[in-house]
């Protein structure tokens, strides 16, 4: 009896180790495939979205990009914008318009500027506000000025009027509201890259531009990096270690791949807006025209704030060769 009872215990104890060993190599298992389940059930941590600008900054083209940033600060699956700019402005109204909403925008979640070929005058003014600006070494930053186009309109002999400015400003009208507007541009440079910039307030009003790898030393830029580096800042900054990228605008859908690279797939194919009343055409009406843009305008200039030629520009300057200032 005392020999069944002693089988029965080794046969129950061997048992007994089987689901010991069972339950061990189950735990084990289920440890190594935890993170993969997990990581399939649970998706990216959120959303970099880009919204690019990559034409002349007139009322309808900033009005789209104004858009997409109202769309990324409504939704809440969006957690950080990177703006893809190349520009080299436009109307100065239209600049403010960008300002005013990529700051909005910032406030809100993290902004990141990745300029591609050109960030002068508006494109820069739009710019200024992100938290993060990334340059190509050869890009052309900066332009920090106004100026005006307008043509002198004599009186008309069979015309009246009820004040001696109704058909027009005078020249010295004109300038003195392009200074104002200057002062505007360049003191909300000044707010959001004060810190970084190594260019007196005197520099900047001289309007000149620079090269990628001179504006991350002079500050007007952070650091030298592509889109792509971009959005790894400005997911970083949002908190996210897995994300997705979309690109907004252009009627595309929110889930709409983003291709950097390629040219292919995600690229905005809409012809850039015509919109001439930025540039003071309003049909058969010519007005004074208020720009934020390097480059030259058909039309005379007759108001300009880069013209204090007691600031000298860098002699060793490359990019102050060639073009406007504005």
Known sequence: MSDTLALVRDLLGAVARSYVTIAVVAL?????????????????????????????????????????LREARENE??????LKVDSPGGGVTASESLYLAVDRTAEEMPVVTSVQSMGASGGYYMSAPSDEIYVNPASTVGSIGVRATHVDQPPVDSEITTGPDKSGQTEAHVTAQVEEMKQAF??????????ELT?????LAYANVYTGTQAVENGLADEIGDSDVAVGAAAEKAGLSDYDVVELG?????????????GGEGEPTAEPHAHPQTFGDYGDVETTAFLAV??????????????DDSVEPDPTDEADDGGDRS
């Open 294 to 307: 390097w480059g030259s305008v058909e039309g005379e200039t007759i108001a300009d704030t880069a013209t």
């Open 250 to 262: 252009d009627d595309q859908p929110m889930d709409m791949p983003i291709l950097f690279e390629d």
């Open 199 to 203: 260019l007196s307030e005197d520099e």
């Open 77 to 82: 699956s969006i957690d950080a914008v990177v």
């Open 28 to 68: 084990l298992v289920g440890a190594a495939l935890a993170p993969m389940a997990w990581g399939a059930a649970s998706g990216p941590d959120g959303t970099v979205a880009v919204i690019e600008m990559d034409s002349s900054i007139t009322e309808p083209t900033a009005q789209a990009v104004t858009d997409d």
């Open 186 to 195: 360049l003191g909300s440079v000044v707010e959001h890259r004060g810190d």
